[in-house]
């Protein structure tokens, strides 16, 4: 039933989102004027890490589209309190993990397509990677995806409008893109500034990626990103599907 009411809840927000094409298609638009415009500029610059420029900065704008694109997700949920879509699914006999489960393997799924636009178009500007390089920075994006949906979400629930849910995610999200060094790496900075990046996870899943893509797979940084992406995702859901069950959803 849990696998059947997912299935439910996932294709009823997948083709609200294929029917708005323009919204997925814009929302690769910011990492990929970061990759057309800050992405020339580190051409010839010393990033004091293996592989090319763009082998640096794909997987921080990758990260970063699921890092922005996740966060906001929760406004979705705001707008179907006030039309009362979410008074209507508290008395269907849907699982609540399902409610959780079918919205943010939705969000999962378009940042993936996504991620895939970006890289391509990463190519065309002589990004080159190993393939399974490749395919580990999406598994990254889509693990990202899902744990900040499902906190997203949570959030959300206990908001009452957009001007709440805004300040919180803002506040969240700026700093976290400033440590985890999505940009740039971290070494480049001065010592205090790489020790406290190192208290922020998503700093283990940019070093993840970025050795996946120099085709560095059984490194120390891929071990730690792997766990801290696991990691972070099962206490995400597990925390998303709390406030589902507490909030009636």
């Known amino acids: 039933m849990l696998l059947q009411d997912t299935a439910l809840i996932y294709g009823r927000y997948l083709r609200q989102s294929l029917r708005s094409r323009f919204a997925l298609l814009f929302g690769v638009l910011m990492p990929l004027l970061y990759l057309l415009f800050f992405g020339p500029l580190l051409t010839h610059l010393p990033l004091g890490v293996r592989g ?116 919180v995610i803002n506040a969240l999200t700026m700093p976290s893109m400033l440590l985890s060094g999505l940009m740039l790496p971290m070494t480049l900075g001065p010592k205090w500034l790489d020790v406290l990046s190192h208290f922020t996870p998503f700093r283990y899943l940019v070093d993840a990626v970025r050795d996946a893509y120099v085709g560095s797979y059984g490194t120390a940084h891929m071990l730690y990103g792997a766990l801290v992406a696991v990691g972070f995702t099962a206490l995400s859901v597990l925390v998303g599907t709390r406030v589902f069950r507490t909030a009636g959803a």
């Not at 704008?61 to 309190?81: D, P, R």
């Open 52 to 167: 090319s420029s763009w082998q640096v900065l794909v997987p921080g704008l990758l990260l970063q589209l699921g890092l922005f694109g996740a966060s906001f997700a929760g406004f979705m949920i705001i707008v179907e309190k006030g039309q009362g879509v979410v008074e209507r699914m508290r008395v269907t006999p849907v699982s609540r993990l399902a409610l959780l489960l079918g919205r943010v393997l939705r969000d999962a799924t378009v940042f993936v397509f996504q991620a895939v636009l970006l890289v391509l178009a990463a190519v065309a500007m002589g990004l080159r990677a190993p393939l399974p390089g490749v395919l580990i920075g999406f598994a990254f994006v889509a693990l990202l995806t899902i744990s900040l949906a499902s906190l997203s979400y949570a959030l959300a629930m206990n908001v009452r409008t957009p001007q709440e849910f805004g300040p």
